[in-house]
């Protein structure tokens, strides 16, 4: 027999075996013949041996959230105990625990466990050491035992209630008047819990997590806490308290929270403890300086955690100022009231009120393509980091790190995508080949069609008639699924369903190369083609397009560029400014040939191409030209800056031998030694 159930949720070996010789010890105490038992012995052994003895292989379910309640080791002895007693046994396989877990969660790795157990009906009996095991809920619970045990032809044991749904006639009313009993006691219990909090904290004892600022501070000679911990009271830290000082008097003085933030995180600052990325972020820092406490004035029970079964989470609700018990402790004050109350009115000045209705606008190509720029500085081949919505009504992108970016800078989406567009147009105009190798390649895979798109058609057929059984079963599946289950089953058959459809359409599109005469695309019609796309990429980026057009050429951008353009921001030695330049692989050729509406087999994206996503100062704008002419065509800093002068550019030679050394430091290379004036002589010599 194979295990086919989750290791996540089961008993420990050692749990499981101390199991097993409990169930054997009290076997022996009620006479059951143990001949042929082996406790070393491995699962199918063990279930083939209970079998043969004519047992009832039955399942354990333990789970404790605290110390004051039952250990699981605990309630497991009593439920083997318990099967040993009624000619029932228990494999240390079967027994499943949750450690720690609530039970109001849904969610808990040895609850999904149990059901996929139960529902193998490999195991004929479900022992639990109390109801409220499962379930804080007293519906939840009976509903679990109705619909997932007895419905299904099961039986379910509560060992310390003396529930057992083999009585038919009174296992129901007994379970329920335990749930409603359970429920009351946990609020009387919740009720005692908060009143001897109140105490501690009237007391000035700690009573939840210290945020920044304050630490934990032994009281001598105080009465341990209910875990054996050491009684502790809250103080202020000095450090975090003078950083807190230092950024209120910088707020107040005009910075920015963005700005404090990454101050507060370069210099080390504290966060809060339960904190999952181990830094300050700006919600927390903002929440930090709203906080009354740094004040000295301490709340308790000012939010109260309600938890909601439809949604299976905790919520915190503010409750009103007749539940909140304060205390001013003139000792924890970090700022002084004049201090706070200055800081938040500043604050709130900052915060933007409600929003007002967003006007409609027309979609444009530079709102759609944000996705594919991507970050070369904080990118690796595992991990490629996008660029995100910034700025002033986001009309800028910027890495999604922020100010982690080792190079952050904002850019302006709409002059980005115009480059891009324009660098493509250029290159479709000046490629004299592309034509040819354009009605080449769609020869070619006309030539071919027969064999390779034929194949693929097939195989496509064959993918989609197999995601259709398998959403009939899904459907079937979902039918027959009970309450709890149909979540589960309606999001795999969604999944399913568009799976299908996915396939449906790749299928549509190979049928349609098909039917479609590749080898009749003439010259003509594949320069018509490219100027179209070259007339879409130019009336996008001047923001004429709008409705589905502006879709179509979203689909030639992505298509000429990969869908990946890589921002180099680079740092100007000596300047607060960064120049931005995007480099991507042009596709024109496969891109033409999709774009026809042929299947394009291979990608063969050309060179590398560079452009500037912001305008760069004249010193990088002209940095290439100059490069190109005093060291591929030899002309001297004087000649250069003339012929730059007959193209337009208002430069002189001095211009020129700044431009040439900035060139070097872009492409990351030493600055080549040179002889005066390239080695030309003086006009005058």
């Not at 020869?443 to 959403?471: P, W």
Request: charged residues 30%.
């Amino acid at each position: 027999m194979n295990k086919k159930f989750s290791e996540e949720g089961s008993a420990s070996e050692e749990l499981g075996r101390k199991a097993l010789g409990q169930w054997a010890l009290e076997a022996a105490i009620v006479g059951i013949d143990l001949e042929g038992f082996d406790p070393e012995a491995s699962h199918d052994d063990l279930m083939s041996w209970a079998l043969s003895k004519g047992f009832d292989i039955a399942c354990v379910y333990a789970r404790f959230s605290t110390q004051m309640q039952q250990s699981t080791s605990d309630q497991i002895r009593e439920c083997v105990i318990w099967a040993a007693r009624n000619n029932s046994f228990v494999p240390p396989y079967f027994i499943s625990i949750d450690e720690g877990e609530k039970g109001r969660k849904a969610r808990r790795p040895g609850l999904s466990r149990t059901r996929q157990i139960l529902k193998s009906h490999l195991a004929l009996i479900f022992l639990v050491y109390k109801v409220s095991r499962l379930f804080r809920s007293a519906g939840k619970g009976f509903a679990f035992v109705q619909e997932e045990v007895v419905e299904e032809g099961m039986r379910a044991v509560s060992v310390s209630q003396d529930i057992d749904t083999a009585d038919k006639s009174g296992w129901k009313l007994q379970l329920q008047i335990h749930g409603i009993m359970d429920d009351l006691l946990l609020d009387a219990i919740a009720d005692h819990v908060r009143s001897g909090q109140i105490g501690h904290f009237l007391q000035g004892h700690t009573t939840g997590a210290l945020g920044v600022g304050y630490r934990p501070k032994e009281v001598p000679g105080g009465r341990p806490t209910n875990r054996g911990l050491p009684r502790t009271e809250p103080e202020v830290d000095p450090v975090a308290a003078e950083l807190i000082r230092k950024h209120a008097a910088l707020h107040l003085e005009g910075m920015s929270i963005r700005e404090g933030v990454r101050r507060w995180n370069a210099t080390g600052g504290p966060c809060d403890p339960r904190s999952t990325t181990g830094k300050m972020t700006a919600p927390a820092y903002r929440r930090l300086f709203a906080n009354e406490r740094l004040t000295g004035r301490w709340e308790f029970c000012r939010k109260r955690n309600l938890f909601s079964a439809r949604r299976d989470y905790v919520t915190q609700v503010e409750q009103p100022d007749a539940e909140v018990v304060t205390r001013q402790d003139e000792d924890l004050r970090i700022l002084d009231d004049a201090t706070f109350y200055a800081l938040k009115q500043k604050f709130d000045e900052r915060k933007n009120g409600p929003r007002e209705p967003r006007d409609t606008k027309s979609v444009q190509l530079w709102d759609l393509t944000t996705s594919m720029f991507y970050c070369s500085h904080c990118s690796t081949p595992e991990k490629p980091i996008r660029f995100y919505m910034a700025g002033a009504n986001g009309r800028g992108m910027r890495c999604c790190n922020g100010d982690e970016c080792p190079h952050p800078s904002c850019v302006r989406r709409d002059e980005a995508v115009q480059a891009v567009c324009k660098s493509l147009a250029e290159l479709i105009a000046r490629d004299t080949d592309l034509v040819a190798d354009v009605v080449s390649r769609s020869q070619e895979l006309d030539a071919t069609a027969d064999d390779d798109v034929q194949a693929d058609i097939e195989a496509a057929q064959k993918k989609l008639r197999a995601l259709t059984s398998r959403v009939d079963a899904l459907y079937e599946l979902y039918a027959d699924s009970t309450n709890d289950d149909r979540r589960e089953a309606k999001a795999r058959l969604r999944s399913a369903q568009s799976e299908r459809a996915a396939a449906q359409a790749n299928l549509n599109r190979l049928q349609k190369s098909l039917e479609r005469s590749t080898a009749t695309l003439s010259a003509e019609d594949a320069r018509k083609t490219l100027a179209e796309m070259s007339m879409l990429l130019c009336e996008a980026a001047a923001g004429r397009l709008g409705g589905d057009a502006v879709y179509k050429a979203l689909n030639v951008f992505t298509l000429l560029t990969g869908g990946r353009i890589w921002v180099h921001v680079q740092p100007r030695p000596g300047r607060k400014q960064t120049v931005v330049r995007g480099e991507f692989r042009p596709c024109l050729v496969r891109a033409t040939t999709e774009f026809t509406g042929a299947v394009a087999r291979d990608d063969h994206p050309g060179d590398k191409v560079s452009i500037w996503l912001r305008q760069p100062p004249r010193v990088e704008l002209i940095a290439d030209r100059v490069h190109e002419l005093i060291d591929n065509e030899g002309l001297s800093h004087r000649d250069t800056a003339k012929q730059l002068q007959r193209e337009g550019h208002n430069v002189n030679s001095g211009n020129v031998w700044y431009s040439y050394r900035r060139w070097y430091e872009m492409q990351g290379l030493p600055v080549p030694k040179q002889p005066y004036n390239n080695g030309h002589k003086r006009d005058s010599a």
